[in-house]
């Protein structure tokens, strides 16, 4: 009587087994599989983006292939058998029916799992489409809101942001020091320069074509009647689609200077040097822009400090001389509050009416491919390759100990010898030379690395040729990424590729250099074109009932 209980016990479980699968197989599945695709198409795509680095630093052909699906299909099956033999034979006779009626169950259970996974390279148009839009400005305040440091952002894709390149860092470094005391913002907007119209075209910019009718003496507040012959009057409106055009989207990046909260005078002197980068901006850009702030009742009093080349100008100095008596909010509200970077040129004759003296784009970004080999090429590099060695020594200097702070490290011009860059690059100046090494000396003195933004020379005039030639050799020292390359590769690698009888990789313990690959990558896939293939229509089976 025992045996037949525990016979028909295991015929129950056998039968849950199967019939439960569903309720147990499938939640597992997802389990066990979702996050090891994730994490291994995650892994893979980092080393593609990494491969392609190596790629153009080596001047080959990019390659892009995307996971655009995959589908795991799981499935479970078992099976229970039962059987008794020696039907009607007692226990504790002789022979074969010594054990009398006896019972069997046996039971079996098989999981599979068929993985497709769908890969799609990007060839052609959609290629080309990635590889050479250039990065919008929109992408740019995307990136921005998101916390990604403005100096590596605006470095990594912008090909110019003032009218003289030589300016480029001059401006960009006043930039990073506003953004790391948190006084600046930039929005993605619509400038009101390049979206000016001429008054004789009617609704150039709203997307139809309206062609004028000529009122009938018996048309009235767009009614239709008779005329006097007794005939109707028909009127036709047409109306043409007009494709959108460039001047409907987002053409300019804003940086806009935020409020001073003066809390005490443990601020004053950030607020004042704030004002004096701020001045130093307007100055740089002064002509370029259509700025009329309103302007409070007291601005007279500081008519020295108005907004003017020359104003400017006695603004920054006498805020260097930290002049008593200055009400910095007070000025600062006297004085533009945002500066338009524009990518689409101002018409002449609205360049003239605004009173322009140029009407040029201001801001010019890199595509996809650009970013790339803007990083990677020779001789102004954002990335550096260099052996582990070299990497121990950038890492130690003062001024990149706290360089999680700034987001970049900046090196010294004997770091840059082997490699063919600034300021070494084929017929390398000595003038250049020797403004890195005064770059590197201010650097290094005073407190200058806690702040290794702004390169300040010795004569202060933050208007002349030293000013200008130190900030451009002070930003083309700055590297975003550290790229170590070598015989051997280490275990904890972040990443890496082997290629040319050597590994290259981003070490585990850089922290830096990890997120300014993660901005890479991201631009990389702003600028991917989606997919147009047709995913596959799966059904997923996990169990017998289910």
């Not at 003289?164 to 960009?172: I, K, P, V």
């Not at 470094?173 to 000016?196: F, G, P, Q, R």
């Not at 010898?417 to 390398?428: A, M, Q, R, T, V």
């Amino acid at each position: 009587m025992l045996r037949t209980h525990s016979g028909k016990f295991a015929f129950v479980a056998g039968a849950f087994a199967l019939f439960g699968g569903c309720q147990i197989i499938g939640p597992v599945a997802i389990d066990q599989g979702r996050g090891s695709y994730n994490n291994i198409i995650q892994s893979t795509s980092k080393e593609q983006t990494f491969t392609n680095i190596i790629r153009v630093y080596h001047h080959e052909p990019t390659s892009f292939m995307d996971v655009t699906e995959v589908d795991a299909t799981s499935t479970f099956s078992g099976t229970v058998n039962g059987g008794v033999s020696g039907i009607g034979a007692r226990a504790g006779t002789t022979g074969g029916t010594l054990a009398g009626q006896v019972e069997s169950v046996a039971g079996g259970v098989t999981y599979s799992e068929s993985p497709l996974i769908r890969y799609q390279p990007i060839l052609g148009q959609a290629l080309v489409a990635q590889l050479v839009t250039p990065v919008s400005p929109g992408s740019l305040e995307s990136l921005f809101v998101s916390s990604w440091n403005v100096t590596p952002l605006i470095d990594f894709s912008t090909a110019y942001l003032t009218l003289d390149f030589t300016e480029f860092y001059s401006a960009l470094n006043a930039i990073a020091e506003l953004y790391y005391d948190n006084v600046i913002a930039l929005i993605a907007t619509k400038s009101d320069l390049t979206k000016e119209q001429d008054p004789t075209k009617d609704n150039q910019d709203s997307g139809t074509v309206r062609k004028p009718i000529p009122k009938t003496p018996n048309q009235n507040r767009g009614h239709i009647n008779s005329n006097t012959t007794g005939q109707t009057q028909k009127i036709t409106l047409e109306v043409t689609n007009k494709a959108m055009s460039s001047t409907s989207i987002t053409d300019t990046l804003v940086i806009y200077l935020n409020p001073f909260q003066l809390n005490g005078p443990e601020n004053l002197n950030q607020h004042r040097r704030d004002l004096q980068l701020w001045a130093r901006l307007l100055w740089l850009y002064f002509g370029t822009q259509k700025n009329s702030p309103a302007r409070p009742d007291n601005c007279g009093r500081y008519g020295k400090y108005q907004y003017t080349e020359a104003g400017l100008k006695n603004l920054d100095r006498d805020l260097e001389r930290k002049l008593p008596g200055l009400d910095l909010n007070a000025i600062r509200k006297c004085l533009p509050n945002f500066i338009e970077l524009r990518t689409m040129p101002v018409k002449i004759p609205v360049s003239v009416a605004a009173g322009l003296s140029s009407g040029a784009p201001l801001l010019r970004t890199f595509s996809a491919l650009g970013i790339l080999k803007n990083a990677t090429e020779a001789p102004y590099r954002r990335i550096a390759f260099i052996d582990a060695g070299d990497y121990l020594r950038i890492r130690s200097y003062p001024w990149n100990r706290d360089a999680g702070n700034f987001s970049f490290y900046t090196l010294t011009s004997d770091d840059t010898k082997n490699s063919g860059d600034f300021p070494y690059e084929l017929g390398g100046s000595k003038n250049d030379i020797q403004a890195a090494n005064e770059a590197i000396d201010w650097l290094s003195s005073s407190n200058n690395g806690e702040k290794p933004f702004v390169y300040e020379p010795m004569n202060r005039d933050a208007y002349g040729y030293d000013y200008s030639r130190g900030n451009r050799a002070l930003g083309l020292l700055r590297r975003y990424v550290l790229i170590i390359h070598g015989d051997s590769l280490p275990k904890n690698a972040y990443v890496a590729h082997f290629d040319r009888g050597e590994w290259f990789y981003i070490a585990n313990d850089d922290e830096i250099s990890q997120k300014n690959f993660d901005l890479i990558s991201l631009f990389m896939t702003m600028m991917a074109v989606p997919s147009t293939t047709t995913p596959v229509g799966t059904s997923i089976s996990v169990g017998g009932g289910g």
